[in-house]
């Protein structure tokens, strides 16, 4: 019996089987974690292709922590490297070992044959998934031309590398991933997926290009997400494979601190459908600190959201060095607060 997992929980269960569990313990739902995430605390990141997977001797153990258990499997596979990006390992072949996916889990699979970025920690008879929903990205065979730099500038180098082929799956998963990185030296290779006619990818493409600096792309983004709001439930519907929740799109937007963005996060705060878009815009808008913004925030000030509104007077309270009123006394007295506002906005103005 491989040593990575034993039969029963601690003290009798293997430690890398722990260290899986406690890893998946977050929650049910799949989770994304970032490419730049995993690199930075995956102890080794590898490529290599996948030559064999198999079932790994043991038996399936409760999951820790929760009500009911859910049983997992284990299976190992033969990974023949290409190169290591992170950590200390030789070259040759190593065994990854990792927990099947089931009706109630979802964990990163290996296929036979594929190649993938592998974020790993070492376990007693091998190597294991460093997180087991993010263990492993698929990626295009075959060395870069040029590999040097630190791990996240040679994951740069291969997720690019991954854009130029025709491979569906490799472009869906780069996108978010070089967005992740955050190199703006990507912008040439994602621009031009920004207007491809398959929806999963364009709007990667759209979201990875807001991340990377470019706020124009915002319109986009908060359109098509605009346009799957269902004030019924009060939430997104989304058809397709799009996997929205698999882009971070709600830190990209709140992200923007350009105040050269605020005319146009106005417009969309007062066309959007959703109270959550409103909110990140209005988030956005309100952490830009300008007295160029001015204008846009006392705008605010009237909006249907009381929320909103109070966000924006914070905003500029804080901006003219003022101590503010609490939310209750801003509802309070609303009109008279705004036009003091306005009055004092006014003799600011250049004569």
């Known amino acids: 019996m491989d040593t990575c997992f034993k039969s029963r929980l601690t003290p009798f269960m293997g430690i890398c089987l722990v260290g899986l569990f406690v890893a998946t313990c977050s929650g049910v ?25 198999s079932d790994a001797p043991g038996v399936a153990s409760p999951f820790p922590g929760f009500g009911e258990a859910v049983q997992v499997e284990v299976q190992k596979a033969t990974i023949k490297l290409e190169y290591k990006l ?20 979802s964990f990163t699979s290996l296929e036979v ?23 492993a990205l698929p990626v295009l065979k075959g060395k870069p031309e040029k590999i040097e730099g630190d791990p996240f500038e040679m994951a740069r180098v291969e997720l690019e590398r991954s854009l130029g082929t025709q491979e569906r799956t490799l472009i869906r998963l780069a996108l978010p991933g070089l967005a992740s990185i955050g190199d703006a030296r990507s912008l040439e290779k994602i621009k031009p997926y920004t207007s491809s006619p398959d929806e999963a990818i364009r709007i990667r493409a759209v979201a990875a290009a807001l991340a990377l600096g470019e706020w124009q792309y915002a319109e986009q983004l908060v359109r098509f997400v605009d346009a799957h709001y269902r004030p019924e439930t009060h939430g997104f519907h989304y058809t397709g494979d799009v996997g929205m929740h698999e882009i971070p799109w709600h830190g990209y937007l709140r992200a923007v601190t350009n105040e050269a963005a ?18 990140l815009l209005a988030a956005s808008l309100t ?8 204008p846009f925030l006392i705008e605010m000030l009237r909006d249907k ?8 007077y914070a905003s500029i309270m804080e901006i003219r060095g003022q101590a503010r009123s609490s939310s209750d006394k801003f509802g309070r007295e609303k009109g008279r607060i705004i036009q003091e506002i306005e009055h004092w906005a006014a003799s600011q103005a250049p004569r």
């Open 86 to 105: 992170k950590g200390e390992l030789q070259n040759g072949e190593i065994l990854v070992f990792f927990l099947k996916e089931n009706l109630t889990y």
């Open 305 to 312: 959201n009381e929320d909103i509104a109070y966000s924006a």
């Open 262 to 279: 605020a005319p146009l996060f106005l417009k969309l705060l007062k066309q959007s459908k959703s109270p959550d878009l409103r909110s």
């Open 113 to 135: 044959g594929n190649t993938y970025l592998l974020f790993l920690s070492k376990c007693e008879a091998g190597f294991r998934f460093h997180d087991p929903q993010n263990g």
């Open 287 to 294: 952490s830009m600190h300008s007295p160029d913004v001015l």
């Open 29 to 53: 739902l799949v989770r994304r974690a970032s490419v730049r995430s995993l690199i930075g605390y995956a102890p080794i990141v590898v490529k290599g292709q996948v030559t064999a997977v």
